[in-house]
């Protein structure tokens, strides 16, 4: 439970800062970030404040300051900086998922209000995208923990991985939502799809842990990625539907992480693999390249060939 | 300092101790016979002192390097200015070079373009000014204050990149909107084009207007012109504001689409430039693409016996060639018919694929080889993306990496260069074409001719505010037109690639260079001018000499033109003979003094001017002949043209009148591509009667016979083979134990290890091109010691290369093989020419000759041949000409067909048949004036050839 008394010194300190801030022409906004802008506090807590300067500002970008006993971190960034950093980054940066539950404070250059109210959108591409990488990541950890339970016999790193396993469930179903992802992820996809997370986490934590239960979790876990797998993947099946093959298939998705998961379409009997030759650092040696290509494609009209062979 | 260049005591090569005293500001011709030493005197005395000297002035790094440049073989030079070269040669394949580049009137166009350029409204084509940033900033802020701009700014993509690429790229940038035709998208959802947009806005930001805009506002203006390449659509979205402050879009942009457009540079015109250039082409304008007919072997073969190359489908291949029998079977073509006969479909389902469709894979009857374990198996739905697509795929994804040597020769191989689709040519970015003075942009004034250019020039008004900047520029750009159209030129247009010229006429764009450029002070050596020159334009040349003179240089020129040499103010003439019978100044002086001259050669044909016929005049039989129908490439005007066989037929015409786009873009090619070749495209013609009648073709132009330093003319006719066994089976060799060939070759084991057996080491400094320096190791010998010890006839190796072709002839009279190849040569007019002379530095016309030669000697029991000869008197005195003539002749009597392409008088009134084209050049020519015998284009008055030669012949 939190303490009024604390909040209250906290809001002394808060607004406080903020009126010191108003009063220099070149801060043009501030933002409350952190547990007091959306969560409880409690006393090992701090202020947490994102101030925007113009881009004439050439101090240091973190202060620490004590405010009416209230300890502060104070961030700074330019104008331009900010505006890059807001263009640049995405769900997964846990700075951008902070601001999205921050609290404006003062702002005194309207387009940047704009801008800032505008990139917390997430469009159709990008929900299908984040859908598509917390597919791939629960996938990852589901063979993990498979190969734990069932090959390694090993049930504490089978529990480990089933929690990340439900991380990645609990990435596309916020995604699905268009929510940005918080920290506490699972709880939050937990707000989403209650029963689905009472079958495949919440067991571990209010039961004693069992085989029989760490099997039904995988068998859950299981059937329920086979069952979105069409919706999940579409974006990649729609594309083999026109071109039969991932040959030139790109899609831009983020330089860390997991990636797009392929192989689990050929688990599911949606494409067939086959192999071509290549050859690496072009050495003389051959390699032999997996490829994916879909095995019956719906709604082939049969089109006219294009082209012509003379000019 | 006294007014002449003094040469005293010069022995180099041939040069028999010979001293010449040369003018200082005057014209001087260095004539004589071919081998006479003429070049020696100009290149190996006079330049390489000159370059010598200009490098002894550099710094001391510099000068490591050059101490070990021959020095000419002399007592002294005297009097002697910096020396400018300017030779003919073949222009290097540089897709960039153009005569733009060349003659630098690109770089003053496009300062013309900065300084004049009015932008258009890429939605509209409206025209308005272009601003400068601190004119934008300050009209900005006098926008109603608090009002919110938003900038966006003009995108396009280039052919071979997808729309999802480039939304992907955009996204990275951090832009999350972005309007097409109007509509406003968001890059974060999924955004499908379902037909090409017409225009694609940016969306890039917003500001807001304030007294004095912010730098972080500035910053982000100057990023959004970045990104649009100067063009930046302002954008007010308030209806009330927009109405306030209307007046900006009417003073500034486009009023109707809120155009601005900024600060535009001159480099914004540089093609060679990465930020300017086509993203596709990066600036060549051709781009690669694969070529139906080039992946086809032979198109009178089969699917089965291997019409298609090898990578596509052969029998050694079990998937591939299963996989065009499949295709065969499933759609209903024959395998086994000849590929010409196969229906269209069938084609097209070979090139372009099945788009996507699926067919089982079939293996033929009795084909057994089995696939490797990795691809489809017989029975499974398989689908072909096509020969060409695949090509086109696997081109696309290479280039992202380095390719290799294999990759290069592959794609080369079964790949044209195109115009590039994404920039149509233009080498440059879509934004600059609107850029434009008097509504023409940068590309199409580069079309024009010169000297529809130079009148496009001169009209343009300039504003009273930019006199001063817009004049020095336009002067710059009118001298070089004006140079460049007087020197005969007038026909060419800025676009057209400098690899695309002859030698004569890129040595004339260079020497007009020279004259824009202004120096004064310089000595030319110039090699002559006039090849290329129809005879009626050499006084376009003379005058042109005359101006470089005019200006304060020293001209020497090396030329066998009458009209050149009667031009100059002083004239050395070489000789008397060629090799060791030259090699002395036979006459000097002023023409008349020549023209006294008991012992000069030139002397009569300069007294008389009279021209020789070798033959009697005949008629030709008209019926027996070649037919081109609809000749289109270039500028010929879709002509019909006869040409007699087993006749000397002469192609005539000004230069750029379209003699050689129909001699060797159409009839060559269309030979070439039907005998040997399918892969060739002939320039555009509708057809060609009379094609059986030629067994071969063979096309001797000035670049035909490579440009390799490590080969000779002893090699290329065939006989230094023969001279290697002749040294390998002599005594010394099997004293010495190198009784095996490859160590008379300094390509090979006999090569000086140290230079591998150049004689010279290369070094290259910046700017200066390459130095030679003579190797230290076998001081230019080229040979190990080891080889040079072996003795044929009392002479090693390197004695028998640097031995010319007349004294070689005397050497190897025993050897019937090798004095008859020699004979040929020697023949021509080749006399004086060493046996080991590096290939890539004997001119265009010793080329030609040598490959008459190699032609001649092969040519026993050999007819109904068709040769094609561009200038082969290039480097000809007009006594060589006559041996020249009497080979040509030789071949045309076995039965051969012989045309050639020539302004030399005396091969034209030689000629059996003359086709004059015409009238001018360019889009002036492109015509066939006057076709028949010599009687005939001496009576035509249109023909300007006619005419010239009537004045010649008495």
Redesign the interface.
């Given at each position: 439970m939190e303490k009024p008394e604390l909040r209250k010194r906290f809001e002394k300190a808060l607004n406080s800062l903020v009126d010191k801030f108003k009063k220099d022409k070149k801060c043009l906004a501030a933002f409350l970030v952190g547990s007091m802008s959306h969560d409880l506090i409690w006393e090992w807590s701090d202020l947490q404040v994102l101030l925007v300067y113009?881009?004439?500002y050439k101090g240091p970008i973190d202060y620490h300051l004590f405010e009416h006993d209230v300890q502060v971190v104070l961030n700074i960034r330019?104008?331009?900086a900010f505006?890059?950093y807001?263009?640049?980054t995405d769900v997964s940066d846990y700075f951008f998922c902070a601001l999205s539950k921050s609290r404006l404070l003062f702002v005194k250059?309207?387009?940047l209000k704009?801008?800032f109210e505008?990139?917390f959108?997430?469009?159709?591409?990008?929900r299908?995208i984040e859908m598509l990488l917390g597919f791939s990541e629960a996938i990852y950890y589901l063979n993990k923990a498979e190969k734990n339970f069932r090959v390694k016999r090993n049930r504490a790193n089978a529990i480990f991985f089933l929690v990340q396993l439900a991380q990645g469930i609990a990435w596309m179903e916020v995604a699905r939502q268009r929510l940005i992802p918080e920290r506490e992820i699972i709880t939050q996809a937990s707000q989403l799809k209650p029963e689905l997370f009472a079958q495949i986490y919440d067991l571990l934590f209010k039961e004693p842990v069992t085989d029989q239960m760490i099997d039904q979790i995988l068998t859950t876990c299981h059937e329920y990625l086979k069952d979105n797998t069409l919706e999940v993947y579409r974006?990649i099946i729609s594309y083999l539907n026109?071109?039969?093959?991932l040959?030139?298939f790109?899609l831009?998705t983020r330089e860390h992480g997991f990636g797009i998961n392929y192989e689990w379409l050929y688990r599911m009997g949606i494409v067939d693999v086959?192999?071509?030759?290549i050859r690496i650092n072009?050495q003389t040696e051959e390699f032999?390249q997996i490829g994916y290509?879909i095995k019956d494609?719906i709604g082939?009209d049969?089109?006219?060939?294009?082209?012509?062979?003379?000019r | 300092m006294e007014n002449f260049i003094n040469v005293n005591g010069v022995r180099e090569h041939n040069l028999k101790n010979i001293s010449v005293k040369i003018p200082h500001g005057k014209h001087t011709v260095i004539s004589g016979v071919s081998g006479s030493g003429k070049s020696t005197l100009a290149y190996d005395v006079i330049y390489a002192a000159g370059q010598k000297r200009l490098l002894d002035c550099l710094s001391e790094d510099v000068k490591l390097f050059t101490s070990k440049l021959k020095q000419p073989d002399i007592n002294f030079i005297e009097g002697l200015t910096p020396v400018v070269s300017i030779k003919q040669y073949q222009p290097r394949k540089n897709p960039r070079a153009t005569i733009g580049t060349l003659s630098e009137i690109s770089t003053y166009l496009r300062y013309l373009f900065s300084i004049i350029g009015e932008a258009r409204c890429p939605l509209c084509n409206r025209s308005y000014p272009v601003r400068s940033l601190h004119y934008l900033i300050k009209e900005l802020e006098k926008l109603t204050e608090l009002t919110i701009v938003e900038l966006q700014f003009p995108i396009y993509k280039s052919k071979n990149k997808k729309y999802e690429e480039l939304f992907a790229e955009l996204r990275e940038k951090g832009y999350k909107r972005i309007e097409i035709d109007g509509e406003r998208k968001d890059l974060r959802d999924w955004i499908t084009i379902d037909k090409q947009p017409q225009s694609m806005m940016v969306v890039a930001e917003k500001i807001q207007i304030h007294k004095e805009l912010s730098r972080s506002d500035i910053q982000i203006l100057q990023n959004t012109l970045l990104q649009g390449d100067g063009f930046i659509r302002i954008v007010i979205p308030d209806p009330v504001e927009r109405e306030e402050n209307a007046w900006f879009f009417h003073k500034h942009g486009c009023p109707k689409h809120g155009m601005v457009t900024v600060d535009i540079l001159p480099i914004f015109f540089s093609f060679n430039d990465l930020h300017s250039a086509c993203e596709e082409c990066r600036g060549s304008g051709v781009s690669k693409t694969a070529y139906p007919t080039m992946v086809v072997q032979n198109k009178k073969k089969s699917l089965k016996q291997g019409a298609l190359f090898s990578q596509f489908c052969s029998r050694s291949k079990p998937f591939e060639y299963m996989r065009i029998y499949s295709l065969a079977k499933h759609y209903g073509f024959s395998f086994e018919k000849p590929f010409e006969d196969l229906p269209d479909f069938a084609k097209n389902l070979i090139f372009y694929g099945t788009d996507g469709e699926t067919f089982p894979l079939l293996r033929p009857e009795g084909y057994t080889k089995e696939m490797p374990g990795y691809t489809a198996k017989v029975g499974e739905l398989i689908q072909f993306e096509g020969i060409v697509n695949w090509i086109n795929r696997l081109y696309r994804n290479k280039q992202k990496s380095k390719l290799s040597d294999a990759l290069k020769s592959f794609f080369n191989k079964f790949m044209i260069d195109e115009v590039c689709q994404t920039c149509y040519g233009t080498r440059l970015k879509p934004h600059r074409q609107y850029i434009t003075i008097k509504g023409i942009n940068y590309y199409n004034l580069g079309n024009m001719e010169l000297g529809d250019l130079k009148t496009f020039i001169e009209s343009v008004e300039i504003p009273p505010e930019k006199m001063d900047a817009v004049l020095p520029v336009m002067r710059e750009i009118k001298t070089r037109l004006d140079s460049l159209i007087q020197i005969g030129l007038g026909y060419l247009s800025l676009n057209r690639r400098a690899d695309t010229l002859s030698g004569g006429e890129y040595q004339r764009v260079r020497l007009a260079g020279q004259i824009g450029s202004g120096l004064m002070g310089l000595t030319y050596i110039i090699d002559e001018p006039t090849v290329g020159l129809h005879g009626m334009d050499n006084i376009k040349i003379i005058d042109l000499l005359e101006q470089l003179c005019v200006q304060g240089n020293t001209v020497i020129t090396i030329e066998h033109d009458l009209d050149i040499i009667k031009s100059a103010d002083y004239i050395i003439e070489m000789g008397p003979g060629a090799g060791v019978n030259g090699g002395e100044i036979v006459a000097s002086g002023t023409i008349e003094e020549i023209i006294k001259h008991d012992k000069s050669v030139v002397a009569p044909f300069l007294k008389s001017g009279n021209l020789s016929l070798q033959k009697t005049l005949s008629t030709v039989d008209k019926h027996d002949c070649l037919k081109i129908a609809g000749a289109q490439v270039n500028n010929l005007k879709k002509i019909d043209v006869s040409i007699p066989l087993n006749s000397l037929v002469c192609f005539t015409g000004i230069s750029g009148s379209g003699k050689s786009s129909l001699a060797i873009e159409i009839l060559y090619k269309a030979f070439w591509s039907s005998l040997h070749d399918p892969r060739i495209i002939p320039g555009k013609h509708i057809r060609i009667e009379g094609m059986e009648r030629i067994k071969d073709v063979y096309c001797i132009d000035q670049s035909s016979i490579g440009r390799s330093k490590r080969s000779t003319p002893a090699t290329f006719i065939g006989v230094f083979d023969k001279i290697r066994n002749l040294f390998a089976e002599c005594e010394d060799a099997r004293k010495y134990d190198l009784t095996n060939v490859s160590y008379y070759s300094f390509n090979s084991t006999g090569g000086c290890p140290s230079c591998k057996g150049m004689g010279y080491l290369d070094t290259h400094i910046h700017y200066l091109g390459d130095l030679q320096t003579l190797c230290s190791e076998c001081q230019g010998e080229r040979y190990t010691k080891e080889v040079l010890e072996v003795l044929y006839k009392g002479k090693n190796i390197k004695q028998v290369l640097d031995m010319d072709f007349e004294t070689a002839l005397q050497f190897f009279e025993d050897d019937a093989y090798i004095r008859d190849k020699l004979r040929y040569v020697y023949d021509l007019g080749l006399g004086y020419m060493t046996l080991g002379q590096p290939i890539d530095t004997i001119s265009g016309g010793e080329a030609q000759r040598l490959g008459l030669a190699k032609e001649i000697s092969k040519v026993r029991g050999k007819s109904n041949m068709l040769y094609i000869m561009d200038e082969p008197t290039t480097g000809l005195h007009s006594q060589d000409i006559e041996k020249l003539l009497q080979a040509i002749r030789t071949l045309v009597d076995k039965g051969n067909s012989m045309v050639i392409i020539e302004h030399n008088p005396d091969v034209i009134i030689n000629a059996d048949y003359i086709i004059d084209i015409g009238p001018g050049a360019g889009r002036d020519g492109g015509e066939v004036v006057v076709a028949g015998t010599l009687q005939d284009i001496l009576e035509c008055q249109d023909s300007v050839t006619g005419q010239y030669l009537k004045r010649l012949i008495k």
């Open positions: 113009d881009d004439s330019r104008r331009s505006k890059d807001l263009g640049s250059d309207i387009t704009e801008h505008d990139i959108y997430i469009g159709d591409r990008d299908e974006p026109e071109h039969g093959t040959k030139d790109h831009k086959y192999v071509e030759p072009n032999y290509r494609r082939n049969n089109e006219s060939i294009k082209g012509t062979y003379e | -």
